[in-house]
């Protein structure tokens, strides 16, 4: 593992694990820094997209770390700001879901996430590319993007996950599951609903793309193509026990480009956050980021 000198930390300080013993649970991991001899600078977003302009600050400043502490959004806007460099980013889970932190296999603990700075390695991966907003997780395209929309911010605050459930069930009566047009490196498919995904995780103890691999070149997307919103009670419990695949009305593909047609109504979401609306063009971009992830067991 490289020595690091410099390191800035950013953090978002409305992140579900940092709004209770915040400044104790900063301390902690400054504590665990500073023993490997780490001089850490510690910055707080203040807003939407502030977290993007802070990484980038970071790299032009020169720091030779990056650590992001918070949810999956504000790890996208981290790497929003620091693709295409050579600094690393050191994740420090302490958002809601944390998919990225299960996909690499991250310790709940942030103290233990910190340790990686000292036993972790560097791995270069590449990342999916919206428009200019690169996504190191999923796009989901329709109803989840729907129901972030839904999400009260203060119910996700306290209740975490269940805020999900919350605005997923009321988003099963109230969404019209609309048909969307996917061009598919180059093969043209339909769905009221898709993921586009480099995760296997999806959120809670859900895979929907449960071949796709962080470190591959490609994304796994699945279709869902049914607007029958009862219809999707089954889905649900097919993608509960993995067995959504062997659906007629679902497909899972390979790609790497993938292009959205449809309503200007159907959103988009990236990382778990509200960007867009259709349509819009997905692709794949390699080398652009350098993760610290841990250490095979064996090794």
């Known amino acids: 593992m490289p020595r690091f000198s410099r390191a800035v930390l ?76 050579r600094v690393p980013l050191l994740v420090i889970p302490a958002g809601t879901a944390n998919v990225l932190a299960k996909e690499i296999g991250l310790p709940k603990v942030l103290t233990k996430s910190a340790e990686l700075i000292k036993t972790g390695k560097i791995q270069r991966i590449s990342l999916g590319k919206v428009d200019d907003r690169y996504f190191v997780l999923m796009a989901g395209v329709g109803v989840d993007a729907g129901t972030i929309a839904a999400v009260n911010p203060r119910l996700k605050r306290w209740l975490g996950e269940g805020s999900f459930w919350i605005a997923g069930f009321k988003q099963l009566f109230q969404y019209d599951f609309p048909s969307f047009q996917l061009t598919i490196d180059g093969k043209v498919e339909n769905a009221t609903f898709a993921v586009i995904s480099k995760a296997k995780n999806y959120g809670g103890p859900f895979q929907i793309t449960f071949r796709a691999d962080l470190f591959s070149d490609q994304f796994d997307v699945c279709l869902f193509q049914s607007r029958n919103r009862w219809r999707y009670l089954s889905y649900l419990w097919h993608v509960t026990w993995g067995k959504h695949s062997s659906l007629d009305d679902v497909k899972y593909l390979k790609a790497r480009t993938v292009e959205v047609l449809g309503s200007s109504n159907i959103q988009v979401q990236v990382d778990g956050e509200l960007i867009a609306t259709l349509p819009q063009k997905f692709t794949i971009e390699t080398d652009v980021l350098s993760l610290v992830v841990p250490r095979p067991e064996h090794s």
């Open 10 to 85: 950013i953090y978002n300080p409305a992140a579900r694990k940092m709004l209770r013993a915040r400044s104790e649970k900063l301390q902690d991991v400054l504590h665990i820094l500073n023993s490997y001899r780490v001089n850490v600078e510690v910055v707080a977003t203040r807003g939407p997209n502030d977290a993007s302009s802070l990484a980038k600050k970071a790299v032009d400043s020169g720091c030779d770390l990056i650590i992001a502490a918070g949810g999956d959004g504000t790890i996208n806007e981290v790497i929003s700001g620091m693709a295409k460099s």
